[in-house]
């Protein structure tokens, strides 16, 4: 440890000084004496003992609260590698973050010793140190780079991402596979299995030492903001200190709005309130005070309506107690827009004529770049004023250009409230005095849950500035039906769990294969943290197991019969149970397959009669069943709703009585269109009356229970038959032959649980690699020529993309229609609105699609039957956008017809832009291809598009923005 300093070593004996003073002296020729030298702040103690064990030659894991000061940790291991001649890699999981730690180092270090590689950005990447994203680093891995010789150490920052479903698996590949030469440090904000982790990490990297820290330099207090008055979440002792209990009057405030707004006698919520009272004998009181039972009086409760407050009523209570700047975080894009909205509206301005005008610099230089008719679509102007006068949203549908500014006034203390999605807290570096969150649920894409307690943690994370702030303030909003326990149950704990999300991927599959072959990659894969927890949680199994299995022998002994064996009396009658509930559910089994053999075999312009269980009347297709495994289609009704309907909403099989002759492009996102296509289908119809629903059956399908019906018969003789029938004592033993069936079939499921995740991961990849070899890219465990392809084209859906370059589909194509195509195969939408093919731009992309269509549920079949999971459907929505832009369509322009904000169709157009470079790197196979998809990234890659791909470096103007190097690795 570092020694004491001078300043409290003057009482001690001179003897003890003199040795302290060597001590000193010692340390400061060490090179962790020299970095903490250069520090303007003595090094905390977690810093100091990581630090430690790095300059001892360890890995080190540093999991520590947000703004705890981990990054110094990564200094110092920066410091080491320079000391020493070797090179430092500093990897984060988005760009954002690692153009944000270029910066950083490029101002401590200057450019010259300083590389940036994104999967667009590529400078001075020969640097001794160099900021890198995750996966660039896998993909240097796996591709041999020699830019990993002479590597010592690398930093994985939020190293608990890993976490992540889509992307956390990058952090183990990465981890198992780095020299064994290089040492880790890991910094991750505080979980609760560090030990579990770091226990891994020991395993695959070798010495790790686990440094973990719950405190927080800035503490934190947590409130909770009720109508215009802020409370504190926690009890408060006689100095001042928070306990452990709930404030107990929000515990009565909670029981007031509870009771306000049950039903009372008079069978209406909130009656009880003002003007509404009854005493108990039945009287109606005005709004005078009651007696409680204590003999106290209190006024009316005041409305639930009083308990809320508007986001210009926080704002206003926020500033009025300083706690600005603030970031509120708001789960809904929609919702920050239109927060920011709502507080112009109120004629809210926070900001000083001086700020304004620094506010107004700052925006104007960097939207210089943004052309006249972008600003108008972009909003720009709305953007502006919000800023001028100190409120911003922040979210990932924001133009990249605008967040950067947001940043920019933010850090600056320019910026006073930030309305945010929770992916600000997993973004960049943007603390504030105060964090509120305004609702403690949020829709995950299905459903909507209540956030966890590490979720909580993280969004707080952020509340506290080191160095500015002497404690931050996390603040909740009152909301109907809010427990002030759970909320304090959200902030007791502090720390969540770190859990694996990892598996295999076509891609990392064929790589491995490639370099280790299949039993050493199997090893490899086995070594991942997600086999290491599995493994783990085995052994609490198999203890369970073995409990459970001398119950069974217990409850054996007590059902024994002295008349035969009731073992196999009590299988008899489980067997003759089952088989009367399959005899009885084997009819709608066949009904149910005849539903859905007639929704198959709809098509475009029948004319149909819904009944069932939505009654939406005649109505005509427009979009086919799509999956013939789960038929969906796409109708529009007389009223013309456009509406879907699958198996679960019918009654009977479907039939069309008539048909209608559609035009090939259907709006049906159109009002307007949609009636008019009802209007076709009641003139193709005329006074024509759906028949009589009832007795329609496809053709094929006809009900044979005969068989179902013959076993039940057998069981029931066998069973009579059997000597146990016949025992006195027969219920008593069944009761225990219940009980030992019940424990038997949990017990098999632990067993189950036990096999699965044994070799879990490895087996995974064994049908991978064995639905590769079916598909032509592995022979005997060697990667074929396609596999070769396959090794450098990542993504979700890596194989698919594979497949269609070796069909030929992309031999021919245009670089215009190689980018629309690229775009069909990115993206992902988040509404249900698949079934829908509107007609492609060009003919090239309409033949396209079939094809793609063709292979996508070819090879989704192939993984059902492989039990893999299955690759998602690819999805047109950004195909019409990317081609106008390709065209040279401005922004709005090229968004027309779509609800696509501005920043998400740059964010998809990056990822179109990372598949174009995919392909363009197997210019040694497809040189012609490459050329034509090079040519098709510089389509896309222009205006607004180009500027939000490039850096700003302080030193930089804007117009710089076209001059960036070209970077082959993925990000």
């Known amino acids: ?148 010789e002479n590597l010592g150490y690398v930093i994985m920052d939020e190293v608990h991402y890993l976490a992540d479903r889509f992307r956390g698996a990058v952090w183990e590949e990465v981890i198992i596979h780095l020299p064994e030469s290089v040492q880790v440090v890991a910094l991750s904000a505080t979980v609760s299995n560090a030990e579990e982790f770091g226990a891994w990490l020991d395993t695959v990297r070798g010495s790790t030492s686990v440094i973990v820290s719950e405190h927080r330099p800035v503490p934190l207090w947590q409130h909770v903001l009720v109508g215009k008055e802020l409370y504190d979440l926690f009890s408060m002792t006689g100095d001042k200190i928070p306990t452990t209990q709930v404030n107990p009057e929000l515990v009565q405030l909670a029981e007031r709005a509870r009771r306000d707004i049950q039903p009372n006698d008079w069978g209406r919520p909130g009656s009880r309130g003002r003007n509404r009272q009854r005493t108990r004998n039945g009287r109606r009181q005005g709004d005078r005070r009651q007696s409680d039972r204590r003999g106290s009086f209190e006024s009316s409760r005041p409305p639930r309506k009083d308990l809320r407050v508007s986001r210009p009523q926080m704002v206003r209570a926020l500033s009025r107690e300083g706690l600005l700047p603030c970031i509120t975080f708001i789960f809904s894009r929609n919702g920050c827009a239109a927060a920011v909205e709502q507080c112009l509206n109120a004629g809210l301005d926070l900001t000083t004529g001086s700020e304004k005008n620094q506010i107004l610099e700052t925006v104007d230089r960097a939207a210089s770049v943004l052309a006249e008719q972008d ?5 720009f102007w709305g953007f502006r004023d919000g800023l001028r006068r100190g409120f911003a949203a922040h979210h990932a549908g924001l133009l990249p ?82 427990d002030p326990g ?14 694996s999300s990892f598996k295999p991927t076509y891609n990392m599959s064929v790589n491995l294969l490639a370099r280790f072959g299949r039993e050493r990659a199997r090893n490899i894969l086995e070594s991942s943290f997600a086999q290491f927890q599995a493994d783990r949680s085995v052994v609490g199994l198999a203890q369970e197991v073995q409990r459970q299995e001398r119950s069974l022998a217990g409850y054996e002994e007590s059902m024994q019969c002295h ?46 009669d819904i009944q069932g269980g939505r009654h939406l009347g005649t109505s005509v297709v427009v979009s086919a069943a799509g999956n013939p495994t789960n038929p969906r289609v796409g109708v529009v009704t007389g009223k013309g709703q456009l509406r879907r309907i699958s198996t679960d909403e019918l009654d009977e099989p479907i039939v069309p009585f008539a048909g209608v002759e559609l035009p090939r492009k259907l709006m049906t996102k159109s009002p307007k269109h ?24 496809p053709v094929g399908f006809r009900y044979k229970d005969e068989h179902d019906l013959a076993r039940v018969e057998e069981l029931r003789a066998e069973l009579h038959a059997h000597p146990c029938h016949g025992c006195p004592e027969r219920e008593n033993h069944q009761t225990w032959a219940n009980r030992w069936q019940k424990l038997r079939a949990e017990t098999d499921k632990n067993i189950a649980k036990i096999q699965g995740r044994t070799n879990t991961i490895a087996r995974t990849f064994d049908r991978i690699i064995n639905l590769l070899t079916d598909f032509g890219y592995v022979e005997h465990d060697e990667v074929t020529e396609p596999g070769q392809s396959l090794r450098r084209i990542y993504g979700d859906r890596d194989l698919l993309v594979s497949m269609l370059l070796q069909s030929g589909l992309m031999d021919s194509m245009a670089p215009e229609d190689l980018a629309g195509l690229a775009a069909l195969l990115v993206f992902e939408s988040s509404m249900e609105d698949q079934i829908f093919q509107p007609a492609m731009p060009t003919e090239a992309l309409q033949e396209a699609l079939d094809i793609v269509d063709e292979h996508w549920y070819n090879l989704q079949a192939a993984e059902r039957h492989a039990d893999l999971s299955v690759t998602d459907q690819p999805h047109p929505g950004l195909v019409w956008p990317i081609v106008r832009w390709v065209r040279g369509h401005e922004l709005l322009a090229s968004l027309t017809g779509t609800d696509m904000a501005a920043g998400d169709f740059i ?65």
Not at 375 to 379: C, S, T, V
Not at 486 to 499: C, D, E, I, S
Request: glycine letters at 6%; hydrophobic letters at 40%.
């Open 375 to 379: 600003r108008d679509a972009l909003d």
């Open 1 to 148: 440890m570092c020694p004491d300093s001078s300043d409290q070593q003057q009482d001690l004996p001179p003897s003890e000084r003199y040795a302290a003073s060597r001590k000193r002296a010692e340390f400061s020729k060490t090179e962790l004496g020299k970095f903490s030298a250069r520090l303007r702040f003595p090094m905390d103690p977690f810093q100091l003992e990581a630090a430690e064990q790095l300059e001892e030659g360890h890995a080190v894991l540093v999991a520590a609260p947000t703004g705890a000061g981990k990054t110094v940790v990564a200094e110092f291991a920066i410091h080491l590698a320079l000391s020493q001649g070797k090179k430092a890699f500093y990897t984060t999981p988005i760009k954002a973050l690692s153009n944000q730690k270029y910066t950083d180092l490029v101002a401590t270090y200057g450019q010259e010793k300083v590389g940036l590689l994104t999967g667009d950005t590529s400078r001075n990447p020969e640097a001794q140190i160099v900021v890198m994203t995750t996966e660039v680093l896998r993909n240097m891995l796996y591709a041999d780079s020699t830019a990993l």
């Open 674 to 697: 949609r009636k008019n296509i009802a209007g076709w289908m009641y003139g193709a119809i005329g006074h024509q009356r759906p028949p009589i629903s009832g007795g329609k059956q």
């Open 401 to 482: 250009l605008f967040k950067e500014i947001v940043e920019e006034l933010f850090a600056e203390g320019l910026i006073k409230v930030v309305f945010a999605t929770e992916t600000l807290a997993l973004g960049i570096n943007m603390p504030a005095r105060t964090v509120v969150i305004e609702k403690l649920v949020k829709f995950d894409g299905e459903s909507h849950k209540d956030i966890t307690p590490g979720e909580y943690t993280q969004l707080t994370g952020r509340a506290g500035r080191r160095g500015i702030d002497v404690e931050g303030h996390a603040v909740v909003l009152w909301q109907p039906g809010l």
């Open 486 to 499: 759970a909320v304090a149950g959200l902030a007791a704990r502090r720390t969540y769990p770190l859990n």
């Open 907 to 971: 964010r998809w157009a990056r990822q179109v832009m990372d598949l174009l470079d995919q392909l363009a790197s197997l210019d040694d196979a497809h040189p012609d291809l490459a050329r034509r998809c090079r040519r098709a990234k510089d389509l896309v890659n222009r205006g607004i598009v180009a500027y939000s791909s490039a850096i700003r470096l302080p030193d930089e103007s804007h117009d710089d923005y076209n001059a960036i190097e070209e970077l082959d690795l993925d990000q």
């Open 563 to 608: 008349l035969g064996d009731f073992t196999e009396y009590a299988r008899l009658r489980h067997e003759l149970s089952k088989a009367e509930k399959a005899a009885s559910r084997s009819r709608n089994r066949v009904q149910r397959r005849a539903i859905m053999e007639s929704l198959n075999n709809l098509a475009v312009g029948d004319i149909i």
